[in-house]
Structure formats: structure tokens, C-alpha cells
């Protein structure tokens, strides 16, 4: 008989917090200057009127405005109107 417990597949993972990643405005809302509109890893929504890429890819507003998704060239893109 064994004297030690065995340790379990759970007790060998690392518990790491998330990244918070995702669209934080949708289309149709109000944003003001600043404000992040989505937050990801790469290019997977381009950059569109009104609004700026930072270095870690995240989408942020240049001006007060209304959020807008469309399909270009196979892409998602962003905007503000």
C-alpha cells in the first residue's frame, strides 16, 4: 500500500486569471474619446474611421461617437459615426 497521495490531474495545472479580451462596445453604442472598444490578439478587426490600433491590438475611440461593425474585403472593421 501506497503511504503518499497521488496527486491528481488538477493539482497540476497553474489556476491563471483571464485576459478580460472581447468587444467591450457594440455596434450602436455611444463611446467618447479613449475609451477601449475591443480588445484582442492581432488583427482580427481592423481599424476603421475613428479609431486607433495601440501595440497590443486593442481598439480605441479618436472621437465621441456611435460604434459601427461592417464586412470589408472579408474583414470585420470598426468605426466611429
Known sequence: MSSKKAGGAASQHQTVAGKRLGIKHYGGEKVKTGQIIIR??????????????????????????????RKRFGRQVVSII
Open 40 to 69: 484582442q490578439r492581432g488583427t482580427i478587426y481592423k481599424a476603421g474611421e475613428g479609431v486607433q490600433v495601440s501595440k497590443d491590438y486593442t481598439l480605441h475611440a479618436k472621437k465621441d461617437g456611435i460604434v459601427q461593425f
